[in-house]
């Protein structure tokens, strides 16, 4: 193995020792534990309320936050910290409103600007990101569009229909890095958008969250965020 290899092993080894801590956590009963990524830039904070207490988060760009707990409930409402343009002064309605489905064992809230609503709105897509569902070794491709979209993802064919979401696992013939293509069904038909090689680290998984946008003259391509996380020293905890 090369010194620049080993170099690069260790600087994500000590990554994974930072946050193994963090994550292995079990829900109180009533309670609901989940992470939050932005999928596009943002600038300023969001609030919710839970259990009588006002709770600031800041969802970070391609990366997930730390474990946050909630009272379980089928929805979650964000007011911004400060409504933009306006320091000081409350907006009564949401800035985002997470809907959470039924069954999650520990959801990701994906929020996106939505400049139709205004600035400082978002939607809020919800994933089920728990070490059961997407074990370390393995990428998922998360389909967010209304059009069909194919990947092949270490060396794994896979079609994900809109809304829906599809899984490889990295065998060892990805001894070292993999390799991930997603393609569009787009108006024009089928056309490859998103190629990218990503280097395989022990206890890692990726997340590719694939969005469909408007580009000229009617057509469409491809918004891939590659989401990577180590998988906690005591992920049985969460599981």
């Not at 990554?15 to 956590?25: E, K, R, S």
């Not at 994933?127 to 092949?152: F, I, K, Y």
Request: proline share 8%; charged share 20%.
């Amino acid at each position: 193995m090369s010194r620049t290899r080993i170099r690069q092993l260790g600087f994500w080894l000590c990554l994974a020792a930072i946050g193994t801590c963090v994550d292995a956590a079990n829900s109180r009963p009533g309670f609901l534990m989940f992470r939050v990524c932005a999928l596009d830039w943002m600038e300023a904070g969001l609030v919710f309320e839970s259990a009588g207490k006002v709770i600031s988060v800041l969802p970070p760009r391609h990366t997930r936050t730390q474990l946050i707990e909630a009272l379980a409930s089928p929805t979650i409402a964000f007011f911004p910290e400060s409504p933009p343009n306006n320091p000081g002064v409350t907006r009564c309605e949401p800035a985002a409103v997470a809907t959470i489905p039924a069954g999650l064992r520990r959801p990701l809230l994906l929020f996106e600007q939505a400049p139709s609503r205004g600035e400082g709105y978002y939607n809020v897509f919800v994933v089920e990101d728990s070490w059961t569902s997407q074990p370390a070794g393995s990428v998922r491709v998360v389909n967010l569009s209304t059009l069909q979209m194919a990947a092949r993802v270490a060396r794994k064919d896979l079609v994900i229909e809109p809304g829906r979401e599809e899984t490889a696992t990295i065998t060892e013939l990805e001894a070292t890095h993999f390799s991930a293509k997603v393609a569009l069904n787009g108006p024009d038909g089928w056309k490859v958008d998103y190629d990218t090689v990503q280097q395989v680290v022990p206890r890692m998984r990726y997340l590719l969250v694939c969005r469909a946008v408007p580009k000229a003259a009617g057509a469409v391509g491809l918004n891939v965020a590659l989401l990577r996380d180590f998988e906690p020293n005591s992920a049985q905890l969460q599981r």
